[in-house]
């Protein structure tokens, strides 16, 4: 590696720090890469963007990387994530040996040196509202809006057809890339570039809420009490077992009542429970969703559930920002969920299974 290389990773590696923040995502989720002429250099799938160092990126090469869309797909989903996953891997070069991103195809598109995807409150107030197109259109009229598209190879052929189409009209490609229900992608040459993208975006996005009076702070109730909290605890665990070794608690907030955003399905799942912690409710609950809820709204506050410390902490955190959301799509229209097809693709896919077992 040469040291215009090592340079970018350095660079890289800051700004997935900078914008690995609460402010701009949350758990495992966002990305992170940077590129020069043959190498793309990408976060690994299941990282957190705060924890990467300029060693932590898996290397591709670029030709087999857009040798992909060239590839005859498989129409069935499962087929055709692992044709992507395979290709993936042959892409790697040596050096790390983690599971790159299944975003990678998609970062190699994008014209930026550096690219960094993050899922903010704040952005997603607009993301995932009925009016979120029409107020992206009046707010950013340079950014490429994206609607709703599944992860993976789906997203990355839906966002080239869109880039390609944008670039003819425009004349050049966009520095902000803004998906239904998702997030939002910066890119640029410079560091210093991209983070002027994000900044201005945000700064923008204050200015509206605070013009809706609609609040940047989510209220939330007067913590359980050790008593209160520790009698959920015990019959969530005499209930679920290992599945509830770990519970997180909260003061009562106004929970999500349904699929929100991908990072919301994936670490809280898209519905909550609410009403007597008994089996006949749990099973009542798995039989109409066909799992066990992550979050549970009780008299005494919100409650969530893991196997692990964290994993209960990433359900709290995310049924958290996902209310943040369902606050602020209230400046547009209020909230969009996603669709049920949508809900269950994400929850079915091998990459965000993979994702979570990354927790620990």
């Known amino acids: 590696m040469n040291t ?14 900078e914008f690995g923040t609460p402010d701009f995502v949350r758990g495992g989720g966002g990305n992170a890469s940077c590129k020069s002429a043959d190498t ?8 957190t963007l705060a924890g990467l160092t300029p060693a932590s990126f898996v290397a591709l090469d670029r030709a087999r990387l857009g ?15 692992a044709l992507v996953k395979a290709a993936l891997a042959a892409a790697a070069r040596p050096g790390p040996t983690a599971r790159p991103s299944v975003e990678a195809p998609l970062h190699d598109l994008l014209a930026g040196r550096f690219v960094v995807h993050v899922h903010p409150a704040l952005v997603n107030g607009m993301t995932c509202a009925q009016h979120g197109a029409e107020v992206c259109a009046r707010l950013f009229p340079e950014a490429l809006w994206v609607p709703y598209i ?9 966002v080239r057809d869109q880039l390609h189409d944008y670039t003819r009209r425009h004349g050049r490609p966009p520095a902000l890339i803004v998906l239904e229900s998702h997030g939002v992608f910066a890119t640029g040459d410079t560091a210093e570039g991209l983070r002027a993208v994000f900044h201005g975006m945000m ?3 204050q200015a509206e809420y605070v013009k809706a009076g609609v609040s940047l702070r989510l209220p939330v109730g007067k913590p359980p009490s050790a008593q209160a909290a520790e009698s959920v605890r015990q019959a969530l665990q005499a209930l679920l077992g290992a599945e509830a070794a770990c519970v ?5 907030f106004r929970v999500a009542p349904g699929p929100i955003s991908p990072d919301h399905v994936v ?4 519905y909550p429970y609410e009403g007597p912690l008994t089996g006949e409710g749990l099973e009542a609950f798995r039989a109409r969703h066909g799992y066990a809820p992550l979050v549970y709204m009780t008299a005494a506050g919100v409650f969530t559930i893991g196997a692990s410390r964290k994993k209960a902490d990433y359900a709290l955190d995310l049924a958290l920002d996902g209310a943040l959301v369902l606050q602020l799509a209230e400046a547009f229209g209020g909230i969009q969920y996603m669709t049920e097809r949508a809900r269950l693709f994400i929850e079915q896919w091998e990459v965000e ?4 077992k990354q927790v620990g």
Not at 150 to 158: A, F, I, V
Not at 353 to 356: E, F, I, V
Request: glycine fraction near 8%; charge should be positive; charged fraction near 20%.
């Open 4 to 17: 215009t290389e090592s340079a970018l990773l350095v660079e890289i590696a800051a700004l997935s720090r």
């Open 40 to 47: 793309l250099w990408v976060k690994p799938s299941g990282r």
């Open 67 to 81: 040798a992909l869309y060239e590839l005859p797909v498989p129409a069935a989903p499962r087929a055709r994530e």
């Open 150 to 158: 599944d992860p993976g190879y789906t997203l990355c052929m839906g």
């Open 203 to 205: 700064r923008a996005m």
């Open 248 to 252: 997180a608690g909260s003061g009562p």
């Open 267 to 270: 670490y809280a799942k898209a």
């Open 353 to 356: 299974s993979y994702r979570q």
